[in-house]
């Protein structure tokens, strides 16, 4: 496809404005600035425009590690740095959180322009598993991981939790995997047992992992990863 072309299907700007912008080398193709609107490119090239990439398939899918002390609000009801502000500039798509964290709360969150896509991440009836590190003040009785195992009911709940995985990795140390997202779910388990967390992290969403990426740090969904939530 020509990069006129391209740039006109894959975002908001018109052929004439995608033309202005190639002719005034703010398009670079694969980091290399590209001044020829006749240009072929296909959807494995990168494609960037006044600093911000171009998605092919015109929906971004993206994985964050969110630092303690930012918000996964991506609305004008709270203040303070969110998530959307890690990505500002990342694409002109507006995006959403698929499955928040609470602002203490570190870790993995996915952001994306794909309502129905978040829908399947996010919602219980298909069982995407999250994988929580956590850290609690007392140490874990043996007894917890059955407990959890068989589900158990919260405060203000009318059903109990879904069966949840507890790892023990050390006294006060565990994984727990959940297949659903209930408020502030991982905090309000513990208390039901008498204990407390003191940190807690996302370490995965399905099999989408934090991998090498540092807090604040970003990157983009491979397609084996968006479809894996298909």
């Known amino acids: 496809m020509r990069l006129d072309k391209f740039i006109a299907t894959h975002s908001d700007a018109s052929r004439t404005l995608a033309k202005t912008a190639i002719k005034h080398g703010q398009v670079k193709v694969n980091g290399v600035v590209v001044k020829d609107q006749g240009c072929k490119v296909s959807d494995e090239d990168e494609i960037v425009v006044h600093g911000v990439q171009i998605s092919a398939s015109g929906e971004v899918y ?65 069982a995407s598993e999250k994988v929580y590190h956590v850290t609690v003040l007392d140490p874990i009785d043996d007894e917890v991981v059955e407990i959890f195992q068989e589900g158990l009911m919260l405060r203000g709940e009318e059903k109990a939790t879904l069966p949840a995985r507890l790892e023990v990795l050390g006294e006060r140390e565990a994984h727990l995997t959940l297949t659903e997202g209930k408020y502030h779910q991982v905090k309000r388990m513990f208390g039901a047992i008498g204990n407390k967390v003191d940190t807690l992290e996302r370490i995965s969403m399905g099999c989408v992992t934090l991998g090498d990426l540092e807090p604040g740090e970003f990157r983009e969904l491979s397609d084996a990863e968006v479809q894996s939530f298909l």
């Open 62 to 126: 993206i994985a964050l590690y969110k630092p303690s002390g930012v918000l996964s609000s991506t609305g004008d009801d709270e203040e303070g740095e969110t998530v959307l502000d890690l990505v500002d500039g990342f694409t002109h798509r507006p995006l959403h959180v698929a499955g928040r964290l609470d602002k203490d709360t570190t870790g993995l969150v996915l952001l994306t322009s794909d309502g129905a896509w978040s829908h399947r991440v996010t919602s219980p009836k298909f």
